[in-house]
């Protein structure tokens, strides 16, 4: 079956090869501000979403190494998108919000969990990994 998804206007759509079985949350200022509230994103390989309306999606560059997408017309956000140079280049983190069927999809982990604002928490066990852990793991190795 088709797993497909979109933005709130159904202006951008998208269809992915395969179902993401996980999803991670990201707790970092950014992302809290390009989706209003905890972004949860699927990675995606690239190629592995192809997106319809295309030219109604906006990108902005967030940082040295990534860009986020977002539908011009009714403001959804969309992904993350690598852009840093390497094996990680164009790394898509499609939000399980835009999914048509979200479910079945589980949270498995959270990063920057030390930016978490303090009055929400999700249940159960997920891989927690904090600011400083997540730039250790990233840092080009000398
Ligand atoms: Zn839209
Ligand atoms: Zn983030």
Redesign the pocket.
């Known amino acids: 079956m088709a797993v497909t998804g979109?933005?709130?206007?159904?202006?951008?759509r998208y269809e992915l090869a395969e179902k993401p079985r996980e999803t991670g949350a990201c707790h970092c200022g950014m992302c809290r501000k390009f989706s209003g509230g905890v972004y949860l994103g699927m990675q995606v390989a690239p190629g592995g979403a192809q997106f319809s309306g295309e030219e109604?999606i906006g990108v902005f560059q967030s940082s040295d190494w990534a860009e986020r997408g977002f539908?011009?017309?009714?403001?959804?956000s969309l992904f993350y998108r690598v852009t840093m140079p390497g094996p990680g280049q164009g790394v898509l983190h499609i939000g399980l919000g835009t999914l048509d069927d979200p479910d079945g999809v589980l949270l498995t982990g959270e990063i920057f969990v030390d930016r978490k604002p303090d009055g929400y928490a999700f249940q159960g066990e997920t891989h927690k990994m904090t600011e400083a852990e997540v730039f250790a793991m990233y840092a080009p190795s000398a």
């Open positions: 979109g933005c709130l206007c159904g202006t951008v109604n539908c011009k017309s009714c403001g959804s």
